[in-house]
């Protein structure tokens, strides 16, 4: 006996981006995770507005990129960071026009709120916080206490965070839906915490990723998994943990460039709707 | 004499001092400093100190994620971090957000990252810092990531052990919720750091110069630690240690 041989049919990259719709709070890894840059292009180039991005815990080049582009109303982040490369250039314009909703959060406290999401609870309590001025501006975290003594004194509490999608890029995805992410195993949490989960993956795996303990351990089930599309190279230009590295000389083209409006406008043109235009 | 080394093989060998004699080091992203100190007290301690470096491949022992830090910090398996600040003020609070009124920032910084929670649990934070300058050591930060110090009752097993900035290093006193002058780098003088730092702290009588780096320091340092390091911060590696060996 065995798993019932179900074959998923995949997606296109283009369809994910459509089903994203309007509003929806998607969750984003990483720039050192899995980013689907691929369909973060698509999304752009379908013009798509309102979202409400979940950084786990943070983002980099994606959220810059989707904020720059208008498709962004609000951001629950830890932070936004491109690394080494400097400040992000479109999240700082963005603030500084008023034009983006930002929810700053903390790394632990987003991977709490998705915790109870993942276990169906409403709230999940952690430790610190007490006393930033982060808990002032959030009215979906309290503090309390613990139920069965007092002698750690106020504990905060977040609320569950539930996405309606999550969306990341994989090395590996097999015709079942299951996809490998090694122990990049924030993916499995905001896949477990969300509504969806849509995928790129760089490969397709010619088996059953679960049938391997060795694989299975690092892969999120299909059970998890609502829609795979195939993209090689779906990372670039910001690279895949265990698989390329990052476009440098693209990235810091990119940070010159998104330092005012119209080079960012041209860098769009460039990348996102002149290849598409070109099809 | 002046000895024949670079301002941040100074400030990693101070801060490497400072991480003597413990079990686990964390190291958060963009944190090339600290990262080569922790390398530089794992190699002294022939491998008895364990370093987490984040974004590292060789030298991250994690595999549950980005959760996995945190946990381990709550647990208590994590010894001293570091954290800096746009802004840090004399009680040690430190802002990642933003100068302003909150949210109408009118500088952004890129955000509070853990900061918030691994104050609280990492006993030795040390907070690092090389702009030593009245806008980022400030009387009051304008919004705070993370407290430096708590109410009584507060559940709080970490918090500041010192500040190292590109002039000296100041010890935070928990009690008097205070900053004391500890040392002051070769070049810098005690005037110089009272008219460069925007909040009051103590001082020593006589302030004694942060020691330098000893020869067999910096053998280490640009040999091994300057490998290993580059596996993270191949650019920071190269301007730095290239530029030792070079010298």
């Known amino acids: ?279 | 004499m002046t000895a024949d080394f670079l301002p941040e093989e100074l400030l990693i060998a101070t801060v490497a001092d400072m991480l003597q004699d413990l079990d686990h080091v964390a190291v958060g992203a963009q944190s090339p400093i600290p990262g080569s100190a922790a390398l530089l007290a794992r190699a002294r301690s022939n491998g008895a100190l364990r370093v987490s470096m984040l974004g590292s491949e060789a030298n991250s022992p994690f595999t549950d994620g980005g959760r996995e830090l945190f946990d381990c910090a709550a647990q208590g398996r994590i010894d001293a971090f570091f954290l800096g600040g746009g802004q840090i003020d004399g009680q040690a609070n430190i802002n990642l957000v933003g100068i302003g009124d909150y949210p109408e920032t009118k500088v952004r910084f890129p955000g509070s990252f853990g900061s918030a929670y691994l104050y609280f649990l990492v006993p030795r934070v040390i907070l690092f810092r090389e702009e030593h300058t009245p806008r980022v050591l400030v009387p009051k930060v304008d919004f705070i990531s993370a407290p430096g110090v708590s109410d009584e009752g507060t559940y709080r097993v970490g918090g500041p052990h010192a500040l190292v900035t590109g002039r000296c290093v100041f010890d935070f006193d928990k009690a008097e919720k205070r900053f004391r002058l500890r040392s002051v780098h070769p070049g810098h003088t005690v005037e110089e750091i009272r008219e460069q730092t925007g909040f009051d702290y103590d001082e020593p009588d006589d302030a004694p110069e942060t020691p330098a780096p000893d020869a067999a320091t910096l053998d280490l340092l640009r040999g091994r630690v300057a490998d290993e390091v580059s596996e993270r911060y191949p650019s920071f590696a190269a301007r730095i240690f290239g530029a030792a060996n070079a010298a």
């Open chain 1, 1 to 279: 006996m065995g798993r019932p041989a179900v074959t998923q049919p995949f997606t296109t990259v283009e369809d994910l981006a459509a089903r994203i719709p309007d509003g929806a709070k998607v969750a984003l890894a990483p720039d050192y995770s899995g980013c689907s840059m691929v369909t973060v292009r698509a999304l752009i180039a379908r013009g798509a507005r309102n979202l409400h991005l979940v950084g786990v815990p943070s983002v980099g080049f994606q959220g810059d990129m989707l904020i720059g582009a208008g498709c962004v109303a609000t951001l629950e982040s830890a932070a936004v960071t491109l690394e080494e490369y400097g400040p992000a250039p479109r999240f700082t314009a963005a603030i500084k026009a008023g034009t983006l909703r930002m929810i700053d959060g903390t790394c632990p406290a987003i991977h709490a709120g998705l915790t109870a999401a993942e276990k169906g609870i409403p709230f999940m309590p952690i430790r610190g916080i007490v006393g930033s001025d982060l808990l002032e501006n959030r009215d979906d975290w309290t503090i309390g206490r613990d139920p069965f003594g007092d002698e750690d004194g106020p504990i905060v509490m977040v609320k569950a965070i539930r996405p309606d999608v999550t969306l990341i890029h994989a090395p590996l995805a097999d015709r079942q839906g299951n996809v490998w992410i090694g122990v990049r195993r924030e993916m499995m949490l905001m896949a477990h915490a969300s509504r969806q989960t849509f995928v790129t993956a760089e490969d397709i795996y010619d088996g059953d990723l679960l049938a391997d303990p060795r694989m299975a351990a690092g892969t999120i089930p299909g059970l998890y998994v609502s829609e795979v599309a195939e993209a090689a190279n779906g990372a670039w230009p910001v690279g895949l943990f265990g698989q390329y590295g990052a476009d440098e000389a693209h990235l810091r083209d990119y940070l010159k460039r998104a330092r005012s409006d119209e080079g960012f406008a041209g860098y769009l043109d460039e990348f996102v709707f002149a290849p598409r235009a070109a099809e």
